[in-house]
């Protein structure tokens, strides 16, 4: 019974912030504001896949690019336009997801309404519901992204309805891992800033510097290098070959989220709300 409670509430928290976004004035503007962005993108870039991919130019230099990032197989994807699509989102989403989910309790510390909300919850339900939340918004995005390529794809010819059914629901998985650590890592950093802005200027801090200062100290003690594990997205690159899936390309990133979200919930506990 308390399991079942505990679940209620972490449901009621992921919940508010489907609210907040599709069914607020803020919210919906932001939609707005992404659903242009991937308009001029799936219109401009994603509708033009077959015409890019089959250029000449396109082709030399895709192979000579491509093999030295193990893109090569991405040539010969049935559905072009997936393949562009997944070139994109494999980085924007990301980056979306890190200032989507730059507000998950900074706001309320702000207000004070966290303190109350922690009356009727305790701070690690605040922490995996809200994480939760924003987990469902990105994949709720995602499939949107992904069904309007294949949508237009199939418009384009219905004889790929089939195959880019497949490999969009392959890619909705892979993107879904793929932004876990990130929305994981503004969770940590909303465990104790106030604002939503200082959050994306610390992640932009973290991102910006710390390779170079890891990279110092594995200048001196080369197994430092390891550190560079800690950055969400080290993964990417090998996954969009989509060539032999590594086990590391899906455990990295859940065991990032995992680390994230342990660290986000020790600090929650100790600091005043």
């Known amino acids: 019974m308390q399991f079942l409670n505990n679940y209620k509430r972490i449901w009621i928290l992921a919940r508010f912030e489907l609210i907040r976004l ?8 932001a939609l707005a504001a992404f659903a242009t962005v991937w308009f001029i993108i799936l219109y401009y870039l994603v509708s033009s896949a077959v015409a890019i991919v089959s250029s000449d130019v396109f082709q030399d230099i895709a192979k000579q690019l491509f093999g030295v990032l193990g893109l090569t197989d ?13 070139l994109i989102a494999a980085y924007l989403f990301p980056s979306f997801a890190l200032f989507s989910a730059s507000d998950q309790t900074c706001s309320d510390r702000t207000r004070g309404t966290l ?54 629901s392959k890619l909705f998985v892979d993107l879904s891992i793929i932004v876990l650590p990130f929305i994981a890592m503004m969770t940590l950093l ?7 802005k200082m959050a994306i200027v610390v992640c932009t801090l973290i991102f910006g510097l710390g ?7 594995a200048y001196k003690l080369p197994i430092a290098s390891q550190l560079n594990y800690i ?4 993964q990417i690159t090998e996954l969009l070959g989509q060539t032999e899936m590594a086990l590391t ?24 709300l």
Not at 74 to 86: D, G, N, Q, S, T
Not at 211 to 217: E, K, R, Y
């Open 22 to 29: 599709f069914l607020t004035k803020r919210g919906i503007i």
């Open 74 to 86: 991405l040539l010969k994807w049935p559905v072009p336009e997936l393949a562009i699509y997944w």
């Open 115 to 168: 303190r109350f909300i922690s009356l009727r919850a305790t701070r690690t339900e605040i922490i995996l519901g809200r994480f939760l939340g924003q987990v469902l918004i990105t994949a709720i995005l995602i499939a949107v992204t992904i069904l309007a390529t294949v949508l237009m794809a199939t418009y384009r010819d219905l004889t790929l309805f089939d195959d880019g059914v497949l490999q969009a």
């Open 190 to 196: 909303n465990s104790f800033l106030r604002s939503s």
């Open 211 to 217: 390779p170079f200062v890891i990279g110092l100290l």
């Open 231 to 234: 950055f969400p997205g080290m």
């Open 249 to 272: 390309n899906y455990s990295l990133p859940i065991i990032q989220s995992v680390l994230f979200l342990i660290i986000a919930n020790i600090i929650m506990k100790r600091t005043s």
